[in-house]
């Protein structure tokens, strides 16, 4: 927390004026993935740190609009961890789109020519796409961003390679299938099948051996690399005694981006069109090396938190608990896989509930069916096209519902600058994927406004993990107030909020959290003062309070 509590304490003498100074320090906030502030961003979209690398492997072709590459990069991201962009905005966590090699080639899926700027196009696991940087690049953003205090998640893809094109030679047909197309009409037509025509399929259920595909062989032989890689390939086997089957050569190029930089976790993609024990596997794997990467890296460890992965089952929702839902199975993706899932039903509760029946349910079913669980909010991303608010009319209402909910939020780039999701001449999701609005943030007012809203309440919520790990109680419902209690260890965290309060003197009843005496901090105004006989006045223009003890 920002306001560290110094307990002094004085011990005077009848002999001598000297006196001891005990210094009792307040126990350190911990960092918890349930309650964690994650800002998504499209790698290729948010920041260009490196313009001498947008353009390889001749991808010029002319593109649908938002559909080639925009020269975001690692570096962009980094350069703006060091300006404090993150931290301003309570950011504790950083989720990108995956950075792996993509296709060279461009694809016509029905929306103009695409290339794989947004990352879930494969050709290689193993090496990143010179668009979005080096290795170099990527060991400099995890070490920079631990030294803020920020965690980095990588995005996993086992569940296909990228499209085929000219460039692109499909792999074998013992690695993937192509067809039939998915119609998810039932659990094997939602898994055993491509997720649309021309994206192979890993077969992800064989355990059957197979050969590196050809053209990854002479790829790695040209670049001088392919000994090495057989050499880890064969210890990695024979280490897990895992089959050489498609989905644990994955496994294996995945969890080296762990044991190499350090991550921190996966948001996993497509999890729900694989077969849930693979994410068991995954799992285990992951957190084998991560303990590596810790026993090689003592000095690199941020905490004893364990490695993170959150997984995307699309459409679930927080109101299935562990089951999600096939229509003819139930899966539990949770237990001894992820840790928490994205929740794609918080829009349409932000929609259709009142803010205190959100935040009661999100708390009663994250403290008794997901206990020990959690699950990422949103309220726009890179791939619903129904946001809460696609015309960026309630910007304000997104920042206080979304990160004040119980559960860790997800700040999808943009957000916090009311970066416009409506735009001409697009088709499908590329709407919701232009370039960060950095322009807006500097020259409109507006822009910079939202912004200082949203940099408020982040930095609350990561000051104070009661706010999305914590158990809610409403106080009074007019005004509204509520507070939220966490504890874990010998840290305890109290926290009281209020919306929708009148302008100007606003008189608080806080006697059921703190006690008389008590010098209390709004963390939204700055305004700080005593309770005196249960209450705390706060005189000030806005009609929100953070309330924190200092």
């Known amino acids: 927390m920002k306001h560290l509590l110094i307990v002094i304490t004085f011990f005077v003498f009848f002999n001598c004026e000297d006196k001891k100074v005990i210094v009792q320090e307040k126990p350190k906030t911990p960092f918890v993935w349930e309650g964690a502030n994650v800002y998504f961003l499209l790698t290729d979209r948010f920041n260009n740190g490196d313009a001498t690398n ?55 899926e029905g929306t103009g020519v695409s290339y794989g700027f947004h990352g879930y196009w494969t050709s290689d696991w193993t090496a990143l796409d010179p668009n979005f940087g080096t290795k170099q690049d990527l060991h400099d953003l995890v070490e920079t961003a631990h030294k803020y205090g920020i965690r980095i998640l990588l995005d996993g893809v086992i569940n296909h390679t990228g499209p085929v094109t000219e460039k692109d030679p499909i792999w074998p047909s013992d690695w ?62 024979e280490r897990t005694n895992h089959p050489r089957a498609p989905r644990f ?31 068991q596997e995954f799992k285990k794997e992951c957190d084998y090396a991560f303990e590596e990467f810790k026993k090689s890296n003592p000095e690199k460890i941020l905490d004893n938190n364990n490695f993170y992965l959150v997984g995307e089952v699309y459409n679930y929702g927080i109101s299935a608990a562990k089951a999600f839902d096939f229509g003819d ?24 509930m009142s803010t205190e029946e959100t935040f009661k349910k999100y708390s009663d079913i994250l403290n008794s069916e997901l206990k020990g669980y959690s699950v990422l909010n949103y309220l726009s991303s890179h791939d619903d096209g129904q946001p809460f608010d696609a015309k960026r009319e309630k910007p304000y209402e997104t920042a206080t519902k979304l990160l004040l909910c119980p559960g860790a939020s997800q700040v999808y780039y943009g957000d916090e600058s009311a970066r416009i999701l409506i735009i001409e001449g697009t088709e499908g999701d590329a709407t919701l994927r232009s370039f960060m609005n950095w322009d807006a943030i500097i020259n409109e007012p507006k822009a910079s406004e939202v912004l200082k809203h949203w940099q408020k309440l982040g930095q609350f919520r990561a000051n104070h993990p009661a706010i999305g790990a914590g158990i809610h109680q409403m106080i009074t419902e007019s005004p509204y107030l509520f507070y939220r209690s966490f504890s874990k260890g010998d840290f305890n965290d109290l926290v009281v909020v209020g919306l929708d309060l009148p302008i100007g003197e606003k008189i608080i009843d806080v006697s059921k959290v703190f006690k008389n005496g008590d010098t209390i901090h709004d963390a939204y105004s700055g305004v700080s003062g005593k309770v005196v006989e249960g209450e705390f006045r706060v005189n000030s223009k806005f009609n929100i309070i953070l309330l924190e003890k200092i």
């Open 329 to 352: 199975k139930k899966v539990n993706y949770f237990d001894k896989a992820f840790n928490g899932l994205i929740n794609f039903e918080m829009k349409w509760n932000a929609a259709q």
């Open 176 to 237: 993937v299938r192509t067809e039939p197309q998915c119609d998810y009409e039932s659990y094997e037509n939602t898994i055993t099948c491509t997720l649309v025509k021309n994206l192979p399929d890993i077969k992800t259920e064989s355990d059957e051996a197979v050969d590196l595909p050809p053209q990854i062989v002479e790829k790695w032989k040209n670049e001088g690399r392919y000994e090495q890689e057989i050499a880890e390939l064969n210890a990695f086997f």
């Open 54 to 108: 947008d353009i390889n492997f001749e991808r010029s072709e002319k593109t649908g609009k938002l559909r080639g590459f925009e020269g975001g990069d690692i570096k962009g991201v980094t350069q703006k961890i060091v300006e404090g962009y993150f931290t301003d905005l309570g950011i504790n966590a950083i989720w990108m789109t995956p950075i792996v090699e993509q296709i060279h080639g461009g694809t016509d």
């Open 249 to 279: 050569y994955i496994m294996k190029w995945l969890t080296d981006y762990i044991t190499e930089f350090g991550i921190d976790g996966y948001r996993v993609d497509t999890v729900k069109h694989v077969e849930e024990q693979v994410w």
